[in-house]
């Protein structure tokens, strides 16, 4: 079956680095992604990373994806109190249908 | 370029009140287009896609319907609002034939009393 799953909350210090985890189940996923959410607004996508790469970076975000065992992370360098925000991290499935995880509500303290 | 709107904004509606909300998309053709609720900023549930003009799939069954009667139009239709239905529609759509990223219109809080 299909799941995909994120810690619920992260607290990070403004300056510090964060690192947002998910975990999918969907070997066949082509593509992951991840979305944020500021309150009240729509999902905005961030960035994604084909199956076929390890890494992807664009500018303060860094993308680690480890297909052996299904866990995708996104670093956010030098975090920013305009990050706090819910991301959410989405598989694409063999339906090209996206899973998408339950979203972590990062908040970034001044 | 490609945009998506969704109106209205925010709707208060009550319970037993018709819905219609709509979500249209510009600089495309022939998009998928997705429905999806989130409940209390949390995770996103798909109610509906569609492929094409009046092909719809349902994934979860409930108290909604959606019909797309032109090409890059989508709306999502109640006879009669629970409590439950409460909640932010957002309708997203993609390049079709292709795994290609979904794209997020601003969304539609609603509120039934």
């Known amino acids: 079956g299909e799941d995909v799953e994120q810690s619920l909350f992260l607290s990070v210090r403004e300056g510090d680095s964060s690192v947002i985890n998910c975990t999918y189940t969907?070997?066949?996923?082509?593509?992951l992604y991840w979305y944020k959410q500021e309150p009240g607004a729509g999902l905005q996508l961030l960035t994604y990373?084909?199956?076929?790469?390890d890494m992807k970076q664009d500018q303060r975000l860094t993308v680690l994806l480890n297909k052996k065992d299904k866990h995708l992370s996104l670093r956010i360098a030098d975090t920013q109190t305009g990050d706090s925000a819910i991301y959410f991290c989405?598989?694409?499935?063999?339906?090209?249908?996206?899973?998408f995880g339950g979203g972590t509500r990062l908040m970034v303290k001044p | 370029s490609q945009t998506i709107h969704q109106w209205p904004a925010t709707l208060v509606q009550p319970v037993g009140s018709p819905l219609s909300l709509e979500c249209t998309v510009e600089?495309?053709?022939?998009?998928?287009l997705y429905w999806y609720r989130q409940a209390a900023g949390r995770g996103l549930q798909l109610l509906f896609y569609?492929?094409?003009?009046?092909?719809i799939s349902s994934e979860v069954p409930q108290n909604l319907s959606a019909s797309r009667p032109q090409d890059r139009q989508f709306i999502l239709s109640s006879k009669k609002l629970l409590l439950s239905d409460s909640g932010f529609y957002l309708c997203?759509?993609?390049?079709?034939?292709?795994?290609?990223?979904?794209?997020f219109g601003p969304g539609t809080r609603l509120l039934v009393l």
């Open positions: 990373i084909f199956s076929n790469m």
């Open positions: 600089g495309t053709s022939n998009p998928n």
């Open positions: 997203a759509w993609r390049e079709g034939h292709s795994q290609e990223t979904q794209y």
């Open positions: 969907d070997s066949s996923s082509t593509y």
């Open positions: 989405a598989e694409n499935n063999a339906g090209n249908m996206l899973t």
């Open positions: 569609s492929v094409g003009i009046g092909q």
